[in-house]
């Protein structure tokens, strides 16, 4: 069966293009033109990815994707922005907030295609469960848990997947293109792209607490996973 997508989006014109283009492929495709009734109907609907327009009436994309990434019956649902190139920092926000990607407005249907098959792909891979240890430090990537000292960190899935790539090559300085091609699956076309991944590295140091001195920062490279204590 193929996948269900929500798309959220307030402008006719682009709700034709993009529902035209993902019914052609075979998707089921759900509209919802307002933020508030957007977050709903995602609850509602437990789509298999949601498009998210920034600028919509009621609630801006940035607040729906918050709401969304809030909620355990939606966070797990990856989220593609639509933008603006004026809305450049949104973006960025955006991609902190716990976006999958974006696609700038305007866009061809073989992007927007290519886009959402690569979102799904990327969710859909069921990685083998494990669990990895350094120190105090335990991630069981089956059930996505995270302790320190036995207590629990509250990872984003992207901080959970940034720590479980850097200890998966303990030792090895991994930087942040590849960190942002790995996680958020693409080339990095600009500087200001890089810093999403230090602002997460930052706050998921702040999460793993008395072992974040085991994310090195590399200078002017990118970060290293230290195995040693
Ligand atoms: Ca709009």
Redesign the pocket.
Known sequence: MKASILLI???KNIIELVRYNLEQEGYKVFVSTRGNTGAEEAIRRKPSLIIL????PEMNGLDVCKTLKANDMTAAIPVVMLTAKSEEADKIVGLELGADDYITKPFSPRELLARVKAVLRRSQEKPKEKTLKAGDLEVDTGKHIVTVKGKTCELTSKEFDLLQILMEARGRVLTREVLLDKIWGYEPSLNIETRTVDMHIGQLRKKIRSESPRIVTVKNVGYRFDDES
Not at 53 to 56: N, Y
Request: glycine residues 0%; negative net charge.
């Open positions: 989006e307030d402008e327009d920034l600028m919509l």
